[in-house]
């Protein structure tokens, strides 16, 4: 039997548009609604009238997707949400996709079928997140610590260019040229922001952009291990590491262990992300600390405004992070550890 999916993929358009033909909704053009409703023909396509009926029943289920949720980014991300879920009787059903595509469509499927009431994601990446099904269904979704470019939905975000422009500049202040860069990839927002504010203080003082020195890669730890020996074969070597997330610091800190170097005497080290164990290592790592709770918080009463007025406009809230000077970039006394 052919699904809605099968009728938008043969007619060349959206879920979101077959839904809204099938419903008589305006905002279609005439030329879009012949082509749906020569796709319904020719595959004979039949909407399922039990389920279109369960589906507008509202669950009291708040569905989360995070890449990984071992990181305590995304622990206290869930558990902020888990607070305002609770406070409007909602509960949560978590899922993690280790930043892969098909796991992300896998869990948003599934969230589908449970008829969440909305959905709170971190996009695996900022353009190929499918979100159709869930739009075309009303399934209320807000995006967080990422963008999704191919929808408009409500989004919260922490300001990563300004974060780590201003964390960047710190490690040149302290003298450094070569800095080294271990970001995400460009095609999750996260990475793009934060390579482009390593881009920024650099042209701010003057430093040429090397590329060799910017190693854009998935964020996980052993990749940033791998990145991190590849950037001390570099000649001349880097004199400082600018680290783009917590698990992308836990394995550069791992190369830098193996590779017995003194931080930072032999090479300064910084990191966007501030994670509980960032002054439980020697030195304590100087970096940006996003405002976590509050991204989780603000996202969940988000999704529940949605909910209670699902017309309003699409809101994006950008939070400022501040930045953390401990003694991993080569600040020493004169400098508090938390």
């Known amino acids: 039997m052919a699904s809605m999916r099968d009728v938008a993929q043969h007619a060349g358009v959206s879920s979101a548009t077959v839904s809204r033909v099938l419903g008589g909704k305006p905002n279609v053009s005439p030329t879009m609604r012949k082509r749906v409703l020569e796709a319904v023909q020719e595959l004979g396509y039949r909407p399922n009238r039990v389920a279109r009926s369960l589906r507008v029943q509202q669950s009291n289920i708040i569905g989360l997707i995070v890449t990984d949720v071992e990181q305590s980014f995304f622990t206290?991300?869930?558990?902020?949400?888990?607070?305002?879920?609770?406070?409007?009787?909602?509960?949560?059903?978590?899922?993690?996709?280790?930043?892969?595509?098909?796991?992300?469509?896998?869990?948003?499927?599934?969230?589908?079928?449970?008829?969440?009431?909305?959905?709170?994601?971190?996009?695996?990446?900022?353009?190929?997140?499918?979100?159709?099904?869930?739009?075309?269904?009303?399934i209320p979704v807000v995006a967080i610590d990422r963008r999704i470019q191919s929808h408009e939905v409500d989004t919260i975000l922490a300001d990563n260019v300004q974060g780590t422009c201003k964390l960047v500049s710190?490690?040149?202040?302290?003298?450094?040229?070569?800095?080294?860069?271990?970001?995400?990839?460009?095609?999750?927002?996260?990475?793009?922001?934060?390579?482009?504010?390593?881009?920024?203080?650099?042209?701010?003082?003057?430093?040429?952009?090397?590329?060799?020195?910017?190693?854009?890669?998935?964020?996980?730890?052993?990749?940033?291990?791998?990145?991190?020996?590849?950037?001390?074969?570099?000649?001349?070597?880097?004199?400082?590491?600018?680290?783009?997330?917590?698990?992308?610091?836990?394995?550069?800190?791992?190369?830098?262990r193996e590779l017995d170097l003194s931080i930072p005497d032999d090479v300064a080290l910084a990191s966007f992300d501030d994670p509980f164990w960032s002054t439980l290592v020697r030195p304590a790592i100087t970096?940006?600390?996003?405002?976590v709770h509050e991204m989780g918080h603000l996202a969940a009463e988000m999704l529940m405004q949605r909910l209670a007025n699902p017309e309003r406009s699409t809101r994006e809230v950008v939070l400022k992070s501040e930045l953390i000077v401990r003694h991993s970039c080569g600040c020493h006394n004169s400098y508090p550890t938390s």
Not at 101 to 113: G, I, N, S, T, V
Not at 189 to 207: N, P, S, V
């Open 287 to 291: 970096c940006v600390r996003q405002p």
């Open 76 to 138: 206290t991300i869930a558990r902020a949400v888990e607070d305002v879920a609770i406070e409007h009787d909602y509960t949560l059903f978590l899922a993690n996709t280790d930043e892969n595509l098909r796991r992300e469509r896998l869990y948003l499927d599934l969230m589908q079928a449970e008829h969440v009431a909305g959905v709170i994601i971190a996009p695996a990446r900022d353009s190929e997140t499918q979100l159709e099904e869930l739009i075309a269904d009303n």
């Open 170 to 256: 710190h490690l040149i202040q302290h003298g450094h040229r070569r800095i080294g860069a271990i970001v995400g990839l460009p095609s999750i927002t996260t990475g793009w922001e934060r390579q482009q504010g390593y881009r920024d203080a650099l042209q701010a003082h003057d430093i040429p952009v090397d590329q060799a020195l910017i190693k854009p890669i998935l964020p996980r730890e052993q990749d940033a291990y791998e990145a991190m020996k590849a950037l001390w074969q570099l000649e001349p070597r880097p004199t400082a590491i600018f680290a783009g997330t917590e698990v992308l610091t836990a394995g550069t800190l791992r190369a830098i």
